[in-house]
């Protein structure tokens, strides 16, 4: 199970830390990651994380200003985001992927295991 949490409202160019808890003793075994979806659109890759953590990808709108990490120690995976502009209005997800020891950080929602119930985050202008 995962538990979404830290949205909010936001001026542009502010910032948010979202958290996601996974419950469970597996974490580490799981390729996290962080989607979103705005109004009327598809949902859309965000950020991945190794079950390391030592690897990660994003999606090129976000590069540069969201920084995925995570905290085994604490099955909780989090998403900084700095530098927030009204594009990045939407509800965030996180996801869980069974990694099963492979080397591969997969960017498609359908791909994913587990869902958490998702958080809004709305970026004023």
């Known amino acids: 199970q995962l538990q979404a949490s830290g949205g909010g409202l936001v001026q542009a160019g502010g910032s948010l830390r979202l958290s996601c808890a996974a419950s469970g003793r597996t974490f580490n075994y799981y390729n996290m990651g962080w989607f979103r979806q705005a109004a009327g659109k598809e949902r859309e890759f965000v950020a991945v994380i190794s079950p390391s953590g030592g690897r990660t990808d994003y999606s090129e709108s976000v590069q540069g200003r969201l920084t995925i990490s995570r905290d085994n120690a604490k099955n909780t995976v989090y998403l900084q985001m700095n530098s927030l502009k009204p594009e990045d209005t939407a509800v965030y997800y996180c996801?869980?992927?069974?990694?099963?020891?492979?080397?591969?950080?997969?960017?498609?929602?359908?791909?994913?295991?587990?869902w958490g119930q998702g958080t809004q985050v709305t970026v004023s202008s």
């Open positions: 996801a869980a992927h069974f990694a099963g020891g492979r080397q591969i950080l997969l960017t498609i929602a359908i791909a994913y295991d587990y």
